[in-house]
């Protein structure tokens, strides 16, 4: 039984694995969302706790990665001073089971921690496949299809393209999907962000044909839509001229 706490601060890290004395789990604490990263890419958790602060970025933008990269498991729990009714309600819409505000109580916080892998051991599905239209994403083989046939991605790519589909109709930060890839925010002048949404648009061919379009929301982030017919392409329109014929990635870029 492996648990990952996502802590920044030394004391609270240490109240936690006390708590947990006993409890014959394993405990491993990361300081930040990007040592939590590269941590859960190398090993398989069944719990992962989460404060709403993290000095590199929020709990929340590090739960986006985990839904996107991990699918539903592992089971992911805030544990967080934030108790306002409007973060519990972000936090559980964004895919956490639980949430427990700090200060807890140890016997309270060990008992819905089992409850928690309990639920989680009777629910486990073995298949966390997103079907959405001609696509399939499946996080567990970390491949998305398009009817039928595999697309070549990138890790990076898979993490942009996997974010959206599970966030369909919805903008999704620049911060956010900047920290599913990179493990951090960019700097705002970095265009690496936009090449790699330019890249997904051509490999997955996300146009109206095959249902769907990618849309940059100015100063925000972006958006993949469903869309019905031919007519959205008609409607959708890129900020800027372009002149016909060949575009290079550098020029789509810097109209995203």
Same mark, same amino acid.
Request: with cysteine; aromatic share 6%; hydrophobic share 45%.
């Given at each position: 039984?492996?648990?990952?706490?996502?802590?920044?601060?030394?004391?609270?890290?240490?109240?936690?694995?006390?708590?947990? !004395?006993?409890?014959?789990?394993?405990?491993?604490?990361?300081?930040?969302?990007?040592?939590?990263?590269?941590?859960?890419?190398?090993?398989?958790?069944?719990?992962?706790?989460? $404060? /709403?602060?993290?000095? $590199?970025?929020?709990?929340? %933008?590090?739960?986006? /990665?985990?839904?996107?990269?991990?699918? &539903?498991?592992?089971?992911?729990?805030?544990?967080?001073?934030?108790?306002?009714?409007?973060?519990?309600?972000?936090?559980?819409?964004?895919?956490? $089971?639980?949430?427990?505000?700090?200060?807890?109580?140890?016997?309270?916080?060990?008992?819905?921690?089992?409850?928690?892998?309990?639920?989680?051991?009777?629910?486990?599905?073995?298949? %966390? !496949?997103?079907?959405?239209?001609?696509?399939?994403?499946?996080?567990?083989?970390?491949?998305?299809?398009?009817?039928?046939?595999?697309?070549?991605?990138?890790?990076?790519?898979?993490?942009?393209?996997?974010?959206?589909?599970? %966030?369909?109709?919805?903008?999704?930060?620049?911060?956010?999907?900047?920290?599913?890839? /990179?493990?951090?925010?960019? $700097?705002?002048?970095?265009?690496?962000?936009?090449?790699?949404?330019?890249?997904?648009?051509?490999?997955?061919?996300?146009?109206?044909?095959?249902?769907?379009?990618?849309?940059?929301?100015?100063?925000?982030?972006? !958006?993949?839509?469903?869309? &019905?017919?031919?007519?959205?392409?008609?409607?959708?329109?890129?900020?800027?001229?372009?002149? !016909?014929?060949?575009?290079?990635?550098?020029?789509?870029?810097?109209?995203?």
């Amino acid at each position: 039984m492996s648990i990952l706490l996502v802590e920044g601060d030394p004391g609270q890290a240490s109240a936690f694995e006390k708590a947990l !004395r006993g409890s014959n789990r394993e405990i491993s604490v990361a300081c930040d969302s990007a040592r939590a990263v590269q941590f859960l890419r190398k090993k398989v958790v069944e719990l992962v706790v989460l $404060d /709403w602060r993290i000095p $590199d970025a929020s709990g929340l %933008n590090l739960l986006h /990665w985990i839904r996107a990269n991990l699918g &539903d498991a592992p089971v992911v729990l805030f544990l967080a001073a934030r108790t306002l009714e409007a973060d519990i309600a972000a936090a559980l819409d964004a895919g956490a $089971d639980e949430y427990i505000g700090k200060p807890f109580r140890e016997i309270e916080l060990m008992a819905r921690i089992n409850a928690l892998l309990r639920r989680s051991g009777r629910n486990k599905k073995a298949d %966390n !496949r997103v079907e959405v239209g001609a696509y399939v994403v499946n996080p567990l083989m970390r491949t998305i299809t398009l009817h039928g046939k595999n697309i070549d991605l990138t890790a990076k790519e898979f993490s942009l393209a996997s974010c959206l589909f599970n %966030n369909l109709g919805n903008v999704v930060s620049r911060d956010s999907l900047s920290t599913l890839a /990179w493990g951090r925010t960019l $700097d705002g002048t970095s265009r690496s962000l936009d090449t790699h949404i330019y890249r997904l648009r051509q490999k997955l061919a996300l146009r109206p044909e095959n249902g769907f379009q990618l849309s940059a929301v100015y100063t925000h982030g972006y !958006r993949l839509d469903m869309v &019905d017919d031919f007519s959205t392409a008609e409607n959708f329109v890129v900020r800027g001229q372009v002149a !016909r014929g060949a575009m290079t990635e550098g020029a789509a870029s810097a109209l995203l």
